[in-house]
Structures are given as C-alpha cells and as structure tokens.
C-alpha cells in the first residue's frame, strides 16, 4: 500500500527515497532559519508544525490529525 501524495508516486521504495530526501532538507530549513526555536515544545501544535513543515510538499494531511487508518493491512 503507497499511501496518497502529491508527487502522485505508486512505488513505495520510491516514495519512501523522495519522502526521506525532501523531509531531511526541510529539517535543515527548520534548523538554519532559526524556525525550529519558535515552536512551542512537547505539545500537539509544536508537533504538528514540524510535521506540515517536513511533509506538506508530500502530503496533503501534513501536520493534521488523520481519520484514515494507514497502517499496514496485511
């Protein structure tokens, strides 16, 4: 199962390389504009924000509480 993103990918080992490779710049970004200091520590919105701010050029459920189940089925 490859979960529904915006680079409309099918392949999960692809995914999974492009998610892996987007979200560590953004990390950087968070880090090197000083972003990563301005978030409110150990709570949902501080989470949150760094889960839009790592995924949201991926998904369109970055940094929202989901009301799918997306783990695996087997």
Same mark, same amino acid.
């Given at each position: 199962?490859?979960? !529904?993103?915006?680079?409309?990918?099918?392949?999960?080992?692809?995914?999974?390389? &492009?998610? =892996?490779? *987007?979200?560590?710049?953004?990390?950087?970004?968070?880090?090197?504009?000083?972003?990563?200091?301005?978030i !409110?520590?150990?709570?949902?919105a501080?989470?949150?924000?760094?889960?839009?701010? &790592?995924? =949201?050029? *991926?998904?369109?459920?970055?940094?929202?509480?989901?009301?799918?189940?997306?783990?695996?089925?087997?």
């Open positions: 199962m490859v979960l !529904e993103n915006k680079l409309e990918i099918e392949n999960s080992a692809e995914l999974a390389r &492009l998610e =892996e490779q *987007i979200s560590k710049k953004k990390a950087a970004q968070l880090f090197e504009n000083g972003q990563l200091f301005q !409110e520590v150990g709570t949902f501080g989470l949150a924000h760094i889960h839009q701010a &790592l995924f =949201e050029d *991926i998904y369109d459920f970055a940094g929202k509480i989901r009301d799918v189940n997306i783990a695996n089925q087997r």
